[in-house]
């Protein structure tokens, strides 16, 4: 593909999430920021055969990502991923149990609306969500619920991204 200034992008999409043993994928709501964190292990080989030691090969040790969420959101679904709650109906009105879960896992995907840019979808076969910042319930801002997510492999994958309309 050759260098075009149509594959600068300005990045705006719909978040979704499919708990493990889930049917189908959930909108999560407006979703300000999502980040996607590569972490990748190497280890480095030096040669030591002359004066200055030069690096003459790196092998990948490990891979593993995380993924960062800010949502505008507070929803039951929302809430239960940001305190590792599971809910339950009490007199007509949702009730979450904080910590109730020892962790929250399941498929998040990414689908891309932007309009500057190319669209894709990203999907993380493997998200283990994981309280990682305040949720503020007093302020003069809108309220956030900020969540991070560690990625993991489903049979040696951690996921897929495809192009959405195609250029022909």
Known sequence: MAASIDNY??????????PTGGASYVDMGNCTEFEFTPEIEKLDHFSSREGVRTKDKSVVLQK??????????????????????????????EVIQIFDESSVSGSLKFTGTNDIGP???????????????????????????????????????????TELNPAP
């Open 9 to 18: 992008t300005v990045g705006k999409g719909i978040v979704s999430f499919k």
């Open 64 to 93: 593993s990502g995380t993924i960062r969420l800010v949502l505008d959101e507070w929803s039951v679904e929302n809430l239960k991923l940001a305190v590792l709650g599971s809910s339950a109906v009490v007199s007509g009105a």
């Open 119 to 161: 669209k894709y979808e990203w999907i993380f076969s493997a998200v283990d969500f994981i309280p990682s910042s305040a949720l503020n319930l007093i302020s003069d801002e809108w309220g956030t619920i900020e969540l991070t997510g560690e990625c993991a492999a489903v049979s040696g994958s951690f996921g897929t991204i």
